[in-house]
C-alpha cells in the first residue's frame, strides 16, 4: 500500500510540476512574442486589406485618464501586428476549403467596403472629410421618395431619343457555380462582380447635383458627364440576373434627367459593343485601360477630338494582379486566376504635380503619372499613382483647351488618354478634394469640366454629397493637438 501510495503521489506531483512547466513556458512565450512584435518596426498599410493601418495614438492627460488611450493603443498594436496580412491570407485559404460550392448561391460573411476606399501607390495620410456631409435640396422632383435606396429605377423615357441600346446576351448558366458575399459580391468561376442596387432617388440627386455646376458656370465652359456600368451588367450568368438592377436603365434615366448644357458619353454601348475583350478586371472592381479607351473614344466623339489610336501608344503590361475582389473575399480560384493590367502611354512630352492633403497652395513636382513600384495587389495604382485631393498634367499641346476631371477611382484609367488633347488637365478626386472647385475653374482659364463616375458612386450619397460640397468649399487648417486638448 505504502508503494501503491508513493507511486500515485509522485505520479500527481509530476503531471502538476509538467503542468506548471507548460504553463509558465506558455506565458514567457507570449511575452517574448508580444515583445517581438512591440518592437517590429511597424506597418502602415494593408495590402491585403487596401487601407492605411491604425496610427500609434500620443497620450495626453485626457485620453489618459479617461482609457481612450489604452483602447487606441490595443487597436493600434493589433492593427499592425507582425506577419497580419499573412495570417488574413492564410484564414480566407482555410474558409475557402469548407465545404463545396453547390449549385446555387451559397451566402457567406463578409464585410462591406468602405464606400471611399481604393488604393493609392504610397497611402499619405489619412484625407479629413466632412463630419456630416452637407445636401443640397433636390431641383428635379423625386418619383416615390419612400422607394428604398437598393430598388431598382423605373424605366423613364428620355425627351430626346436615347442611343440604340446594344442588348448584352448574359453568359449561359452552364458552369456558372458560384457565391454571394454580403457585401454584394458575387463570385463564380474565375471572376467576382458587384451586385448593383440603384435607386431613382439617387439618380435624381447625381443629376440635381451636375446641373447645379452649369447654373453658375458662364458659357465659356463645356460640362461633360460619364457614368460607367460596372461588370455584373456584362458577365453575370443569367441565372443570377434578377440579383442586379438593369444599369442601362438607371443609365438613361440619369442623361434623361441632366441639363441640356451638359454633353452626355454613351460609355455604356461602347463597352458593351465589346464585352467578349479584356475590359472589366476579374479579381478587381474597376475597368481595365482597354475598356477606358473604348470611354474614351466616344468622348472624343463629343469634345471635337480625333481619337489616338492604340497602335500609336506604348503598351506596358504587369501580370498577376490580384486585386480587390480577391483580397475582400479571399477565394482561391481568383487566386489561382490573377488578371494582367495593360497600360498605354501616349507619345506626349508633359510635366506632373500632386497637390498633397492639407497642402491647397502648393503642388509637388511628379516624375510622371505612372506608378510602376505600385505592390502586385495594389496594381491599380498604376494609373496616376491612386487617389490624391489633386493632379495637375501640364503637356506639350497649344490649342487652349484646358479640362477639370472630377472622378474616383474609375477617372484614374481614363485620365492618361486625355494628354493627347488638352494643355492642362487638372484631375479632382471628389472625395478628397479640400477646396472650391468653382475657384479652379475660374482662376485656371478652364474650358472643359467632365464628371466621370462609376454607376455605384453616381448612385451613392457619400459621392454625389461630396461632388456637391466641393463646389464652394473652403479649407479648413487641421486643429493641432493644443486646440484639440482646449
Known sequence: M?????????????????????????????????????LLQKPDFSEVEKRELAKIPTPTVETVFSARFMKDFTAWYADTFPW???????????????GIRPDDVKVYEGKAPSASADPVVKPSEETSRPEEPRRRPQRVPVVQPEQPEISQPEAVVPEEPKPDHIEVVPPSDEDDV??????????????????????QRMADFYASTLNSYVEELDSSVQTYNIVVPCSAEFYLPMRYRSRSADQWDNISYIYSQLDERIKTVDAYNALAAHADEYIYFRTDHHWTALGAYYAYEVFCKEAGFTPVPLSDMEARTREGFLGTFYTQTGDQKLQQNPDSLTYYIPDVEYQSYMRLKDQPDSLTRMP???????????????????????????????????????????????????LSHYEEIYVVDQRYFQTSLMDLIKENGITDLLFINNIFAANTAYHINHIDAMKHQVWQPPETSEQTNE
Open 84 to 98: 497580419r496580412d499573412s495570417f488574413i491570407t492564410t484564414g480566407h485559404m482555410i474558409e475557402d476549403t469548407r
Open 178 to 199: 458560384g457565391y454571394l458575399m454580403d457585401n454584394g459580391i458575387f463570385v463564380f468561376g474565375d471572376r467576382a462582380v458587384n451586385l448593383f442596387g440603384g435607386s
Open 2 to 38: 505504502k508503494n501503491i501510495y508513493t507511486e500515485e503521489t509522485a505520479l500527481k506531483n509530476s503531471s502538476w510540476m509538467f503542468t506548471k512547466v507548460n504553463a509558465i513556458g506558455f506565458c514567457i512565450a507570449l511575452f517574448v512574442l508580444g515583445l517581438f512584435a512591440l
Open 368 to 418: 510622371g503619372i505612372w506608378g510602376e513600384m505600385a505592390s502586385m495587389t495594389n496594381s491599380y495604382s498604376i494609373f496616376l499613382y491612386g487617389d490624391f485631393p489633386m493632379e495637375k498634367i501640364v503637356t506639350e499641346n497649344q490649342n487652349g483647351r484646358k479640362i477639370v476631371v472630377v472622378k474616383e477611382s474609375y477617372g484614374n484609367a481614363f485620365v492618361p488618354f486625355l
